[in-house]
């Protein structure tokens, strides 16, 4: 079995005003290492799933574009192995 090369599969969704998915995007390929990276939504309502080693990177500049909630962040190393995520 493979492993996986990034860990995190790191979800949720950011409610606010003024958001823009094209920056929010940009800013987490510039700055943060991983792959899989969609970012979906309108100026109020932006759902971001990312694989990532450090999700809370992800967290951390999402906390300050607003209030974030349905936040999902599952171990796919484990899932490969047949565990809980």
Known sequence: MDP?????????LI??????EDAI???ITATIEGDSL????DDELI?????TNTPWLVL????????LHDIV??????QARG???
Not at 15 to 20: A, I, N, R, S, Y
């Open 25 to 27: 995007s940009d800013y």
């Open 47 to 51: 759902k971001i799933h990312f694989h």
């Open 73 to 78: 962040i599952e171990n796919m190393d484990r």
């Open 38 to 41: 969609i970012v979906a939504g």
């Open 15 to 20: 409610e606010g005003e003024g958001l823009d």
């Open 60 to 67: 951390e500049y999402c906390a300050g574009l607003g209030e």
């Open 4 to 12: 996986v090369e990034f860990i995190f599969d790191t979800q949720l």
């Open 83 to 85: 565990l809980d995520g």
